[in-house]
């Protein structure tokens, strides 16, 4: 019986051969094998979409390049670094600049033609061959960005690291990508590989030398490293510095500080790779590559050394901080980046970034920055401090630092400045970038002259100095030192003069109920927050922040200036390589306080050091140099909470100089420290008189202005004299009172009344009431101050 088609023992037989393992591959293998031909097709024709697309979209973003001319982009691409300097006033450098990489230029001729081979054995290695790119590593690259696999695979060609270099910016994006695409192959059109190849050895960074110095261009590379130049190198040493530039720092053998690192086994072992990529290229033998492996490199290396210019000095940061900031600020170097002045100057890391982007500007242009810091006078600052400085003392070995200004009242013009007792053991500059508590030295410049301008008070009117506690922490007692008031009213002089407390937070009470103060320190661009200035004990110098020195010193002498304010300045002028200006101060004076109010204030300061809290400051310039304490000084001491700052800031009509001493930690002071700054004070000021006399207007004076308003006052009320409304309904006659000359910038002493004064409960009136009693009449007799004897208020009568 023949079997036909479907008979079942057939049927049964095939399907126990269909499920055999053999089959299941078969299978598996042919669907697999038709997926991947389906895949491979998908991806082909994705790619040619993307590759399309790709192009397209490359085309679009280099269709707004601007390619510049061959005379353009060789300027560009061979564009090195040049020396700027600093100076003083005199003309005389301060410094070179120092820029961020030390860097020779050489000729082809001059470079070794084995560090030539092993940069490019190494670095591109196809170079004489593409046209400035290799498309399949550009592609290749960017499906390891897209993809994020295969990690970083390169792509970039010596032409491209040199156009990344010297052209473009260290912007990533696929426009700057295909920028530097075209300019690559551009570049390529129109040098030769040679002249290409000479630029990049030129313009790339290798690390660091001897000297811990930032290092660009091979020759220096090899004198920084090995003591020679570029065209003498051996084998090895050609091949270290070969690979140097595909991580500088990493592999250089230096620290910041030029001493030879502990560790140097990642410099050498990429030195056997280039030696090994030499030896692929056939570039050198067998026996030429294991005698430079086997060398023993290291003895080749320069021993540490110092840099031959010392930076490393408050002057310079100073000068380079200023010069940065003006140039961060004239460039408007972020503004190509849509930020704003006002979002740079509330975000101190975006300041920080393009200040140093300007200060790199500055580094390596080539330009000159002209400052007003008069050599003979700051170097006689710095000696000063130097054998001085022991008179403030320390503890624990660490020193009482101090910081000076010394400015030109009329201009702002800053002569010199001392920013710490030793650069070495702090570089923080104390003079501009410390910020601490003014202490008492807040009183003139924050109560006193605004009431005076306002016409809130002359100089004798009476302030209440009974026991009282801030408003805002009853629990605390305001404090004249260690008393708690005299239970009296004391006068806005004599407040000022001996520094007590209770009668200007009086005073500054009105002031913030007023709302007047903060717009005077505004003028002198005195940086405190609005909050600020609602605190109580903010006359006495409780801030949140502090001033600095430069900024007392700025307040001060707009007072010495007639209640003009310049800001405080040390640069004149920037030119460029060229001798353009692309800077230049120009005198801004603002207005601050009415001439009268300035030259009340300045005759009151005088009595500070006359026979206030200064007199230890005037005693000792007596005892150095009397011509120069018979100067017509005025000023302020000023002494924070827990003796931890003390100040003395004091004027002639010409200059004003300022020190603060305290530490950095904010340890506190001895309470003889107040003295020992004073004593301090006058040493150095003498110091810098005895070099530079002419700056102080030893034979000028203060005198009082015009304008002023010369009021008779009673000694009791401070007002003018007068019959009183006392609350008991009758008067006191106070006509025959004892009277004196009150000045005021506006509208004159009022008629004394039964709260005569600032500050003061109704129970203290009643007390002070209860003790007056009329002086005895008798002939008045001169006061030491002649007008005193006459009424002169030009509005009361």
């Given at each position: 019986m023949s079997l036909k088609k479907g008979n079942p023992r057939s049927k049964q037989q095939q399907k126990k051969k269909d499920t055999s393992p053999v089959f299941k591959f078969n299978v598996a293998y042919r669907v697999a094998g038709s997926l991947l031909m389906i895949f491979v097709l998908g991806l082909l024709a994705v790619g040619a979409v993307a590759a399309g697309t790709g192009i397209g979209y490359f085309a679009y973003l280099s269709s707004t390049v601007d390619v510049p001319s061959k005379e353009e982009l060789s300027h560009k691409i061979n564009d090195i670094e040049l020396i700027s300097r600093m100076k003083y006033s005199s003309g005389e450098d301060i410094a070179v600049i120092k820029s961020d990489l030390v860097r020779t230029s050489v000729k082809s001729e001059e470079i070794s033609p084995l560090l030539k081979q092993a940069v490019i054995s190494t670095e591109d290695e196809h170079f004489y061959e593409h046209n400035g790119i290799v498309p399949k590593a550009i592609l290749r690259a960017l499906v390891s960005d897209v993809t994020g696999v295969g990690g970083s695979s390169g792509g970039s060609t010596l032409t491209q690291q040199l156009i990344k270099q010297q052209v473009l910016t260290s912007e990533t994006s696929y426009k700057r990508k295909a920028t530097e695409i075209l300019l690559a192959m551009k570049t390529n059109q129109l040098f030769s590989k040679e002249e290409i190849l000479v630029a990049y050895l030129n313009v790339s960074p290798f690390g660091r030398n001897n000297k811990?110095?930032?290092?660009?261009?091979?020759?220096?590379?090899?004198?920084?490293?090995?003591?020679?130049?570029?065209?003498?190198?051996?084998?090895?040493?050609?091949?270290?510095?070969?690979?140097?530039?595909?991580?500088?720092?990493?592999?250089?053998?230096?620290?910041?500080?030029?001493?030879?690192?502990?560790?140097?086994?990642?410099?050498?072992?990429?030195?056997?790779?280039?030696?090994?990529?030499l030896y692929r290229d056939k570039q050198i033998s067998k026996k030429e590559y294991d005698e430079a492996v086997n060398y023993d490199l290291k003895a080749d290396f320069l021993a540490p050394a110092q840099s031959t210019q010392n930076t490393n000095n408050f002057l310079y940061n100073y000068i380079y901080d200023e010069a940065g900031e003006i140039m961060m600020n004239v460039m408007k170097v972020y503004e190509g980046d849509n930020i704003t002045a006002e979002e740079i100057a509330a975000d101190k890391k975006l300041y920080l970034r393009y200040l140093n982007l300007a200060k790199k500007e500055i580094a390596t242009r080539g330009y000159t920055v002209e400052t007003t810091i008069d050599k003979n006078i700051y170097n006689a600052m710095q000696e000063a401090v130097a054998q001085y400085g022991d008179i403030l003392g320390g503890y624990n070995g660490k020193l009482v630092e101090t910081g000076s200004v010394l400015m030109d009242n009329k201009t702002g013009r800053i002569y010199g400045f001392i920013g710490g007792r030793d650069y070495q053991k702090s570089q923080n500059n104390h003079a501009f970038q410390t910020r601490r508590s003014p202490a008492s030295t807040m009183k003139p410049i924050l109560g006193y002259a605004p009431a005076i301008d306002i016409g809130l008070i002359g100089s004798e009117t009476m302030l209440a100095d009974f026991p009282r506690t801030y408003k805002a922490d009853p629990s605390k007692a305001v404090k004249n030192y260690d008393n708690t008031g005299t239970s009296t009213f004391k006068s806005v002089?004599?407040?000022?003069?001996?520094?007590?407390?209770?009668?200007?937070?009086?005073?500054?009470?009105?002031?913030?109920?007023?709302?007047?103060?903060?717009?005077?320190?505004?003028?002198?661009?005195?940086?405190?927050?609005?909050?600020?200035?609602?605190?109580?004990?903010?006359?006495?110098?409780?801030?949140?922040?502090?001033?600095?020195?430069?900024?007392?010193?700025?307040?001060?002498?707009?007072?010495?200036?007639?209640?003009?304010?310049?800001?405080?300045?040390?640069?004149?002028?920037?030119?460029?390589?060229?001798?353009?200006?692309?800077?230049?101060?120009?005198?801004?004076?603002?207005?601050?306080?009415?001439?009268?109010?300035?030259?009340?204030?300045?005759?009151?300061?005088?009595?500070?050091?006359?026979?206030?809290?200064?007199?230890?400051?005037?005693?000792?310039?007596?005892?150095?140099?009397?011509?120069?304490?018979?100067?017509?000084?005025?000023?302020?001491?000023?002494?924070?909470?827990?003796?931890?700052?003390?100040?003395?800031?004091?004027?002639?009509?010409?200059?004003?100089?300022?020190?603060?001493?305290?530490?950095?930690?904010?340890?506190?002071?001895?309470?003889?420290?107040?003295?020992?700054?004073?004593?301090?004070?006058?040493?150095?000021?003498?110091?810098?008189?005895?070099?530079?006399?002419?700056?102080?207007?030893?034979?000028?004076?203060?005198?009082?202005?015009?304008?002023?308003?010369?009021?008779?006052?009673?000694?009791?009320?401070?007002?003018?004299?007068?019959?009183?409304?006392?609350?008991?309904?009758?008067?006191?006659?106070?006509?025959?009172?004892?009277?004196?000359?009150?000045?005021?910038?506006?509208?004159?002493?009022?008629?004394?009344?039964?709260?005569?004064?600032?500050?003061?409960?109704?129970?203290?009136?009643?007390?002070?009431?209860?003790?007056?009693?009329?002086?005895?009449?008798?002939?008045?007799?001169?006061?030491?101050?002649?007008?005193?004897?006459?009424?002169?208020?030009?509005k009361d009568d």
């Open positions: 811990g110095e930032n290092i660009a261009g091979v020759e220096e590379a090899a004198l920084g490293l090995f003591g020679k130049r570029a065209s003498d190198l051996t084998l090895p040493q050609a091949a270290f510095i070969a690979g140097l530039p595909q991580s500088p720092i990493v592999y250089t053998p230096y620290t910041h500080t030029g001493e030879m690192k502990e560790d140097i086994s990642s410099g050498m072992a990429r030195k056997d790779e280039v030696l090994f990529n002089r004599e407040s000022l003069k001996n520094s007590y407390n209770i009668p200007v937070v009086n005073l500054y009470d009105v002031l913030r109920e007023q709302g007047v103060a903060k717009e005077y320190f505004d003028k002198m661009n005195i940086n405190l927050t609005d909050g600020e200035y609602q605190h109580e004990s903010l006359i006495v110098g409780g801030t949140d922040y502090g001033l600095t020195v430069l900024e007392q010193t700025g307040a001060f002498a707009t007072l010495a200036n007639g209640g003009v304010y310049n800001k405080g300045y040390s640069i004149t002028k920037i030119t460029d390589k060229d001798g353009n200006v692309v800077y230049e101060h120009k005198e801004d004076p603002v207005r601050v306080f009415k001439p009268a109010t300035a030259s009340i204030m300045n005759d009151m300061m005088r009595d500070v050091l006359q026979s206030g809290t200064g007199t230890a400051a005037k005693n000792t310039l007596y005892s150095v140099d009397n011509n120069l304490a018979n100067a017509d000084w005025v000023g302020k001491t000023g002494t924070s909470e827990e003796y931890k700052d003390y100040w003395f800031t004091a004027s002639t009509p010409a200059i004003t100089m300022s020190s603060w001493i305290g530490y950095d930690d904010g340890t506190i002071l001895s309470t003889s420290a107040g003295h020992s700054n004073m004593v301090y004070w006058a040493y150095v000021t003498n110091y810098v008189y005895q070099r530079a006399p002419e700056i102080f207007g030893v034979d000028q004076r203060f005198e009082l202005d015009e304008s002023v308003i010369k009021s008779t006052v009673s000694t009791f009320t401070g007002e003018r004299p007068g019959k009183v409304q006392m609350p008991e309904n009758y008067t006191k006659d106070l006509s025959g009172d004892k009277t004196t000359t009150s000045y005021y910038a506006v509208d004159g002493a009022p008629q004394s009344s039964y709260r005569f004064g600032i500050g003061g409960t109704d129970a203290d009136y009643k007390t002070v009431w209860a003790k007056y009693s009329p002086p005895v009449q008798r002939k008045k007799k001169a006061d030491k101050r002649p007008e005193n004897n006459e009424d002169k208020d030009k």
